[in-house]
Every structure is written in structure tokens, then in C-alpha cells.
């Protein structure tokens, strides 16, 4: 064991763990000004002749920044608005991903 139960190692430990984790347990990013509105979207396409997966991505959209700051001050900080522009974001790239997909079918 790392610690060797030592109380002052131990608590160190967790002090820093509770430090450091606290702000996201109790909505941290509202009192800096940084929220997240995390969006993940899973897409399939699937052969219908033979019903299976021909295609399949996932997209990830965290936070947008350079679209929130097109927003007006008061839209930006609407849970909504950034949940719709994760969303966007995420459909766009996934869209994006099965053209390039096409694409490449295409080509062989």
C-alpha cells in the first residue's frame, strides 16, 4: 500500500480529491461562468436488402464557444440554446461523416 495508513498521506489524498472534484459536484461551472451542455449522438445506417450496419459513427459536441458568441448575452446563458447548438454541431459532423462514407463506397 502506497500510504502505509498514514493519516497525514491519507488525508492529504482525500483533501486534494475533494478540492479538486468539489466544484463539479456542486455546479462549479455556474459559479465560474462555465457551463456544459454535453451532446452525444449515435447514428446507423443499415443495409436493407440484407439488414446489416453499412455505416455507423458517434459525435460528441461539448461546447461551442465561437457559436454561443454569435448569441445575444442573455441567449447564450439558456440551457436550451446550448443544448440545440451541441445538437447542431454533432448532427452536422455526423452528416458530414456519412458523406465521406458514400464517398469512399463510391469510389471503390
Known sequence: MATAWNPVV?????GWDVLT???VWFGGGYL????LRPVRV???AYETR?????WQDVEV???????????????RKK????????LDTAVEALADSLADEQ??????
Open 61 to 75: 459536441a461539448i461546447y461551442t464557444w465561437k457559436l454561443l458568441e454569435q448569441l445575444p448575452e442573455d441567449e
Open 42 to 44: 449515435e447514428a446507423r
Open 50 to 54: 440484407d439488414g446489416y450496419p453499412i
Open 21 to 23: 472534484s468539489a466544484p
Open 32 to 35: 465560474f461562468g462555465i457551463a
Open 79 to 86: 440551457k436550451e440554446r446550448q443544448l440545440w447548438i451541441n
Open 10 to 14: 491519507l488525508s492529504a489524498g482525500v
Open 103 to 108: 464517398a469512399r463506397t463510391a469510389r471503390r
